[in-house]
């Protein structure tokens, strides 16, 4: 561990440089080796080690998240496609790399929360790559405070405090992403600012910016809440470069041209690269199949694929197909119709044609089938050569199983009135015409006589008569429908729905003439092979297009939080309680130093805005260089916390505590810089420079004091009594679990 | 015009040449905007009375317009000024009010209709005025101000929507005005405290007061004031030739001009508002009772019923939380898989006779003659839905909405039903033996089977319970206002009525009231499932129009949509002024030497086009996270800012035409790049213009139509 080569007064005691060799000596002597190390670095990384790393297996059971992360290890581990709308994919794959070194073979059901591991499975591999990561942000701390321009025992405070909280401690101990979140995100403020101090000679240090831009990927792969860090970075980053071009002294192009490409261009590349990771590693089918479009199914193996492999590619009149609805809302279906007509009149008086239902059926059946049908001809078989279907044909489609005709007319659909009625038509009831061809319209066509192409294409079906739309309506229909989709054709063209679009999903040619035999036909499967491709960036925008917009039912947590709540730390969260005894584990700050950091917030402003007046008004407290240094300050650690807290304020989805964790690390960064600017420059009198000192040793010390009464509640162990628990109770609000004996 | 003058006056020069040449520039100045003036009224005032029909909103804010003329009260979610200069200007032109607006398309006949056209016609006329004022004071550049002019006077757009009875030429007039006295405040920094300086500042908090007044939207211009007030405060603290005392006077001057003043007459509309609409109407039931009995024809209105609840009696309970709604029952069972397939109970805001219950003892003696008993705290009672004959009901089943309360159900016929029935009636701040005194006792109905609370969730059933309030019962027993209950109307023929001279609500506790309803229903306009929705970014684009009358072959259609030469120009100018500024402000802070007449254009477009560009963002960015249903023409204000930026660009673009060519060219350059644009703007409008003035025959995408050929986007519906 190289160290720093400054040295200052207050910290030359404990630091030692290994050798001291004169200048004279060094020339009589052909290889010579200085380092310096720095102890209290080595000192704080060590601790931080002991404290997350220490009995990392217990407890041997399922601890709060992990439950909702093991499932995707496994999957990994499986090499099934699935996909979450938490956040991309390489938080994930870290901790399916930990699965993966230990051995783990996914074969692990993740139902509940402290359910127990059982002896195959590496409890400590999968939990190692988090710890280590929250270790290590220590030292980053320690770090980042020196390259902020503060002295080594600010550093060692900021250090302290992060090694002491206890919520960190426990949020790094098991199989969560947070700790991975924060360490990646300090990683990149330190090379940002270990590149912006380290002097312009050198090209060695676009290296530091270069590992900034790979920490920044990587912290808004792991979570997109890095998102709000790495736009704060970009704005620091974007100022120092603005005071560049206005430096006259240097040429510029060059400088800003490598910081574009390291701080923009290769975080993008980067986190794209993730996201091949991940869609090489996971190529077979799975339970989130659904969601994804017929093209991107066929990809994977199994599945969809299997079905699909070897279909005839374009769709001719004689074609047997089933027509699969763009919209995967509410769910994924095919266009379906049964032996069963609609009612004469609905519940509210309405009446209906009495024509056979077609629907919206979200399970393969053989009722989903229909053949495409030229009106110009009774052939229901593909002739030879196969005659392709083009953009603006007019078709019939014909059930295959009933023989109705897909038909549509000026009657009311059944669940939305406002549009008409979508039915399977026979000619036995003279009453009402026919109405049942169809114009096929590709919305997706590069071309205006291209073929209708089986997964490919996405269709809209134009009924002819009346110009109206077939869609899915999404409303499910009464008992009456078998609670089956609504289909309808809405005569409202408005623009671009995906519940107006249709598939062809599974395809293949007609050759009974007879209705038995093709009855037989449409019972057998599909067959044949060929390989069909689509390309990594379609995958790509299609899986990251999805991943943001599916939305999972919100659903309200016992233990979830409201934002303003995480200041005052109101609410706790209870992440594993021993199966038979009193031990448990509880995401539970330490008090005093989310009290230290919350009074640094305050302090800050306060301060920050009494500069700011005083020297708008023409009195410079502080030289030029020491205001550069509090600004700096209160740019990473204020404006950091600022940008990972706000958003908060504004989203409505479930949030907990634990979300609160990186803005807090930004506020243990500010305590002991604050406290050092005060020392040196607000106090002049020695013996309020001693108070303060005084001070800061009570308070470290009451730190450490309510990291040990908590720890037993952050590692698990002890198991405490009911009394002792009580006693740990600090506020009402806490929520802690006793087991009664 | 009469602080323009006077600032001209001013700077009258000695010279005397140059005071000709200021006065050959007023004179010109003074013919432009004679102009100007002349062709805004008269594309606005142009066929003020086609179609005879109502159009679009107007079937509410004509309706609203009415109400206030007819005295009666009504509830809408935005503030009340818009619809009283509406209803004044009505009454003014001799409008009776007696239209009933019920839906578009019905024929306004003899009523008189155009004075309330005519007035926000006349409003939105100001508005390309006001733009070419702004501008000229901010680019200090005749050609800049006509630029932005035209494409107003011009905009197909702008003409519609100031064409018809509706609150957005209100509510731009008064934005436009803000910001026109914010600049013209501006340009009087060097002279504070003078009779000018206070009249734009007055001004200036007049206008804030109008815009806040007509809709909420007016919050955003009230923010691009505060900013550009925030700067100004700045500039003067680092101005150190003031003192401190100096900087307080200018601070207390903008807490008074620009808050206090403003303050008190949004204050002061709503108590006119609150004093003119005396009379009952459609409104009430979104109000507490405290507020109804205000109202003049309102049962409650000097109401007199029994003093105190009584067994037998027939009454109507209402929850005490703002907007709370009634307790409610109907004709319909909770759907499969939301609890028990009993039927529904809600809380619903309006006034109905699904909203009645009887008071019933636990057993089911109920005919006595003679007095009837009265109910007292702790009492066990059971509530029967009058229409449905079934009992208020709970039971171990989750609510439809809060998961972790339990579902609350009507059960059991003529009431007869089972020991899930019952409730014990708990007076807020009584003891055991107190009577439920009617409209004032605060109530609470505990359960006596399961021991929760009856309570109203605020959240909106689904369209299986016909978008009303969820009803629940509560096992937490906090005492909220979601809890409490009043018993409203009070029937028992068998008591003496005593007149209820009660309650008669402060004017604060009415107007913090009216907001939280306002504010309520703002958000509880929730886009609909079958409706296409517009979305933020298809605005600039002009992606989608409004249908404002007509919608096939043989109707007289209207059709809310910009010039899209313009709209695509104004977004296309946007980029452009983007770069510019990035190339002028790399090329200060890299210390080019430009020159002044550079150095000038720079600071025009950082200063004046940095404010219009910030209002244009505070105008539009805010629109993409409210979750409310939105419409095309919320972005109207914005597009304003967006011209007026338009209008600075292009100007400076070509007056810039030196640095490709040498100067007579440059000047001919320029010239013909000002002909180009005008030839442009007049032309489209000539394309467009049927969209403003009515349309009728074949849509645009059949051949024969007058708009053939000019679908130039599918979305568009003409």
Redesign the interface.
Known sequence: MAGDVETRGCVSGIRVAESRISRLEMLQRPLVVTAQVDLVLVLVSVLALWTRLSHLSYPNAVVFDEVYYGQFVSLYMKRVFFIDDSGPPLGHMILALGAYLGGFDGNFVWNRIGAEYPSSVSVWSLRLLPALCGALCVPLVYLLTLELRFSHLSALGAALLLLLENSLIVQSRFMLLESVLIFFVLLAFFSYLRFHNTPDSSWFRYSWLLLCGASCAAAVGVKYMGVFSYLLLLGVASLHT?NL??D?TVSVCVQCVCRFVCLLVVPVLLYVFWFYIHLSLLNRSGPHDQLMSSAFQASLQGGLSRITQGQPLEVAYGSQVTLRSSASQPIPCWLHSHKANYPIRYENGRGSSHQQQVTCYPFKDVNNWWIVKDPGSQELVVGSPPRPVRHGDVIQLVHGMTSRFLNSHDVAAPM?P?AQEVSGYINFNVSMAAQNLWRVDISNREAESEVWKTILSEVRLVHVNTSAVLKLS?VSLPDWGFRQLEVVAEK?F??HSSSLGWTVEEHRYGISQEQKEREAELHSPTHIDVDRKISFWAKFLELQWKMLTVKQEDS?HKYSSSPLEWITMETNIAYWLHSSTNAQIHLIGNPVSWGVANLSLLAYQLLAAVYL?RR???FKDLPDGVWCQFVRLGCVCVGGWVVNFVPFL?MEKTLFLYHYLPALCYLYLLSPALLEHAHTHLLSNVTHRRALCVCVAAMLSSVFLSYRTFCPLTYGSPELSANQLQGLRWRDTWDILYRRR | MLSWTRAATYRAPASVANAIEKGRRFASHRVLLMLVVGLSFSTRLYKITEPPHVCWDETHFGKMGSYYINRTFFFDVHPPLGKMLIGLAGYITGYDGTFPFIKPGDKYEHHNYWGMRGFCAVLGSFLPIFAYLIVLELSQSHTAALITASLLIFDTGCISISQYILLDPILMFFIMAAVLSMVKFNQQRHRPFTAPWWLWLVLIGVNLAGALGVKFVGLFVIVLVGLNTVWDLWRLLGDLSLSLVDIAKHFLARVVGLILLPLFIYVTIFAIHFVVLNKSGPGDGFFSSAFQSRLIGNNLHNASMPEYLAYGSTITVKNLRIAGGYLHSHWHLYPEGVGARQQQVTAYLHKDYNNLWLVHRQDNNTSQSGTPDLVRHGDIIRLEHKETTRNLHSHLHEAPLTKKHFQVTGYGTNGTGDTNDLWQVEVCGGRKGDLVKVLRSKVRFLHRATGCVLYSSGKTLPKWGWEQVEVTCSPYLKETPSSQWNIEDHINPRLPNISLSVLKPHFLEILLESHIIMIRGNSGLKPKDNEMNSKPWHWPINYQGLRFSGVNETEYRVYLLGNPVIWWMNLATLGLYLIMVAVASVALQRGFSLGPKRMEHACVLMRGGGLLLLGWLLHYVPFYTMGRVLYYHHYFPAMLFNTMLTGITLDILLKSADLLLRPPYSDWLQRVGQMAFLFTVLYSFYLFHPLSYGMTGPLAHEPGSAMAGLKWMDSWEF
Request: without cysteine; aromatic residues 6%.
């Open positions: 603005w071009i206005g006259q939305s406002h999404g409202l408005k623009g309200e007046l708008r008004r023409g504004l």
